[in-house]
């Protein structure tokens, strides 16, 4: 894990270019371009606006907004997590040209991903402000949370690329199982509405739902996140990311022939 990372580190200028590549070539032909960062998430809950406060009625106080904090990482981690999972088996070019540092394709994915996040948090703070909910001194734990997502993010992806190499099917897999995940994460619901018996075995089977619950705490509730759920997730992901590094490295020679 910490070769994984140091070499991550020492190809820092190379993740560094292959980022800003991925993120031109992302929306190029398109007429609208860059502007996409913004709209897709956009449009996005607008669907799940409708679908959950007018379908399921929700009578959650500004719901967009409430949903639009969740909804963002959550964007950020799914797709990260989809793309980066084929990210080995995809650019088989790159690996079979040079001794190319193979570690450098997910973290690209995510990379991008996470930029296309940070510049889409100024729509959710407008959307706050334009429904009377300003942020609060409880941001300041954005960065510790966001952290928390990155590790979970960098450990699934390195696990399940390496696999997909060889199990191609594992990424068709993954794509439904992330939408059931999508539904079992509080993002068009609170927490709260959970029956209690089961919300405690949600926050703490579900990683991703303490990560929400935690952006809805210091953005909309306006308080400190709960410290437990998250430091478990983090625990957690920690141990993941070092057997998916063990994983990865141990089947780097393969990459180049069986991707």
Not at 143 to 172: C, G, M, W
């Amino acid at each position: 894990m910490i070769r994984n990372l140091r070499e991550l580190y020492r190809y820092r200028a190379l993740l560094w270019n292959l980022t800003q590549r991925e993120l031109k070539a992302r929306y190029r032909g398109s007429i609208l371009g860059f502007m996409w960062t913004f709209l897709n998430p956009t449009l996005q809950m607008v669907v799940y606006w409708v679908f959950f406060s007018v379908l399921t009625k929700q009578a959650i106080p500004n719901f967009p907004y409430f949903m639009f904090i969740g909804l963002l990482p959550w964007i950020c981690f799914s797709s990260s997590l989809l793309s980066g999972t084929s990210s080995i088996s995809d650019r088989r070019d790159l690996l079979t040209k040079v001794r190319f540092p193979a570690q450098v394709l997910p973290a690209t994915v995510i990379a991008s991903n996470l930029a296309n996040y940070i510049l889409s948090l100024p729509l959710m703070v407008g959307l706050g402000l334009v429904l009377g909910v300003a942020p609060t001194w409880h941001a300041v734990f954005f960065p510790l949370i966001l952290a928390v997502q990155l590790l979970l993010t960098l450990a699934l992806v390195y696990f399940f690329s390496a696999l997909n190499v060889t199990f191609r099917d594992l990424q068709h897999i993954l794509g439904n199982v992330v939408t059931l995940w999508f539904f079992l994460t509080p993002i068009g619901y609170s927490v709260t509405q959970v029956p209690e018996s089961y919300r405690e075995g949600l926050l703490l089977g579900n990683p991703f739902a303490a990560i929400v619950s935690s952006y809805q705490a210091i953005f909309y509730r306006h308080e400190s996140p709960d410290p437990k759920p998250l430091l478990i997730v983090a625990a957690g992901a920690l141990c993941l990311l070092w057997i998916s590094s063990m994983i990865f490295e141990g089947r780097r020679e393969e990459f180049a022939e069986l991707a």
